[in-house]
């Protein structure tokens, strides 16, 4: 009896200083729910500057030949007029104009720049600051190329950075190439990115001016850091699938490899919702997918 009053008077002074816990960790797979909650909301994160820009060029009608640049504000958009499109507010910019270039189409290429101004859509996130496109031709052409880049882009605060080349390869399927992805968030912490994926447009094909038909599934690998300084990277092992009507992925799963360790990250099948799963050691755990950035 002695004894283990020794020990549980050891124990607790060990954890009041902060160097042991004499308790097994409560959570097993906590660090891979870190991983995974750091990679939705960066694939979050970087599939709405995707979303936006297929957005506000669908909204702007952008010409296919030359002319004077076009100035158009989200009030005169076909956004706007679209049947059961979300309540917006705030103001998006958009302004086309030619650059110089090579195109073998004429009017291209062409620079597509969305200026957000709070601009929000929905129940989604506040927007602001610059993205700007240059295209080669018309996005849904085989052989388009676009180039886009972020200018003091922010969303809900937090300064999203880098450059992504779309490219069309059939006419409904681009690869998607960013470099030099980095989210900075209020606090300071950061999240780094690159990746290498494709996305196919698998429905609303049909209406190519209404976007909220519109669904994408997506493959490829990605690699970057967490905001706790993780290296990691990922392979989609069933592919994503993305609505443009629904904030969050609705399927497909990944595989995560940090160091030595592995775990799986699953979106669902098919249900719009804020919940996936992570599959570690035999142990699987339902999440909820942060709209925000989790507390460290």
Not at 115 to 132: A, L, Y
Not at 216 to 236: A, H, K, M, P, Q
């Amino acid at each position: 009896m002695k004894s283990l009053s020794a020990i549980k008077i050891l124990c607790l002074g060990l954890l009041m200083t902060g160097l042991v816990a004499c308790e097994k960790d409560s959570d097993p797979i906590e660090a891979q729910v870190q991983i995974a909650e750091d990679e939705a909301l960066a694939e979050a994160y970087f599939s709405l500057v995707i979303n936006e820009a297929g957005s506000a060029w669908a909204s702007a009608n952008v010409p296919t030949g030359g002319g004077d640049p076009e100035i158009v504000t989200e009030s005169e958009s076909t956004l706007s007029q679209q049947p059961s499109a979300p309540v917006t507010t705030g103001d998006r910019l958009i302004t086309i104009r030619n650059v110089t270039g090579q195109s073998q189409h004429p009017g291209f290429p062409v620079e597509v720049t969305v200026d957000f101004r709070n601009w929000k859509v929905g129940e989604g996130p506040v927007k602001n600051g610059i993205i700007r496109l240059i295209a080669t031709g018309p996005i849904h052409l085989a052989g388009t190329s676009i180039s886009l880049t972020y200018h003091n882009f922010r969303i809900d605060g937090h300064l999203v950075e880098g450059s992504k080349t779309l490219t069309n390869i059939n006419g409904l399927t681009f690869n998607l190439a960013l470099s030099g992805g980095k989210i900075t968030f209020v606090d300071g912490s950061t999240i780094t990115r690159t990746s290498n994926i494709t996305r196919t447009w698998t429905a609303g094909i049909g209406t190519p001016l209404f976007i909220w038909d519109d669904e994408f599934s997506i493959s490829g690998t990605t690699s970057g850091t967490t905001r706790r300084g993780v290296e990691y990277s990922l392979n989609i092992t069933k592919p994503l699938i993305h609505r443009m009507s629904c904030l969050w992925l609705v399927e497909g799963a990944i595989t995560v490899t940090h160091g030595q360790n592995s775990f799986v990250l699953d979106y669902g099948n098919g249900v719009c919702d804020n919940l996936a799963t992570v599959t570690a050691n035999g142990i699987t755990k339902e999440i909820t997918l942060p709209r925000t950035p989790p507390a460290r």
